[in-house]
C-alpha cells in the first residue's frame, strides 16, 4: 500500500510562498494522479491541484495563477508551489493518490 507524507507547511505572511513536499513510498508512482486537498476550520475537505501521470494539471479557481502542481518521478515526490498566499489559504493541506491520504501539513497565513 502507498504512504504519503507531506512537508513543508508553517507560517508565512499574505503575499509570501511556501512549497509543499508529497513523498511517497508506493512503486506505482509514474503512473498515478496525485492530489493535493486542503481543510480549514469548520468547512470541509476541498480539492486544490492535482496533476497527473502524463503532467496534466488541474486547479481549484482560487488558486489558479498562483499555486502550481509538479511531480519529480525519480523521487516519487509532488510539490505545491504556493505564490501570493491569502488568509483564505490556511488550511491543513492534504495530499491524496490511490485511496490513500497523508497526515496533512499545516499552514498558517496571517500577518
Known amino acids: 500500500q502507498v504512504q504519503l507524507t507531506e512537508s513543508g507547511g508553517g507560517l508565512v505572511q499574505p503575499g509570501g510562498s511556501l512549497r509543499l513536499s508529497c513523498a511517497t513510498s508506493?512503486?506505482?508512482?509514474?503512473?498515478?494522479?496525485i492530489g493535493w486537498f486542503r481543510q480549514a476550520p469548520g468547512k470541509q475537505r476541498e480539492h486544490v491541484a492535482s496533476?497527473?501521470?502524463?503532467?496534466?494539471?488541474y486547479y481549484h479557481h482560487a488558486v489558479m495563477g498562483r499555486f502550481t502542481v509538479s511531480r519529480d518521478n525519480a523521487k516519487k515526490t509532488v510539490y505545491l508551489q504556493m505564490n501570493s498566499l491569502k488568509p483564505e489559504d490556511t488550511a491543513v493541506y492534504y495530499c491524496?493518490?490511490?485511496?490513500?491520504w497523508g497526515r496533512g501539513t499545516q499552514v498558517t497565513v496571517s500577518s
Open positions: 496533476v497527473s501521470g502524463d503532467r496534466s494539471t
Open positions: 508506493g512503486s506505482a508512482f509514474d503512473s498515478v494522479t
Open positions: 491524496h493518490s490511490q485511496n490513500t
